[in-house]
């Protein structure tokens, strides 16, 4: 059975983090979201997030969404990345 969507994005949050010596608390201070959810996101527990969130991490960390998120390969598929329910063309 494939892993849920939501289970292949993969937060940075941690690393990005490290690599600025900042922390999650002052990361909540400078972009105005709860110390909560941003542990959420950081913990691979987040469902989904919000534009505006997604911006603010952005620009505080002076990243791009493609540094913040990542999609884990689907390895339930084949290596021609067709996966059992992929149309045929």
Known sequence: ???????????????????????LTALSAAIGVTLENLSVLKN???KAI??????ALC???????????TVAPDLQRGLDGAGPNQRER
């Open 44 to 46: 691979q527990r987040a």
């Open 1 to 23: 059975m494939p892993a849920p969507e939501t289970e292949r994005v993969v937060c940075h949050l941690e690393e990005l983090l490290d690599a600025r010596g900042m922390t």
């Open 59 to 69: 620009d505080a960390l002076g990243c791009t969404p493609g540094d913040l998120l």
């Open 50 to 55: 919000r534009f505006s969130t997604l911006v």
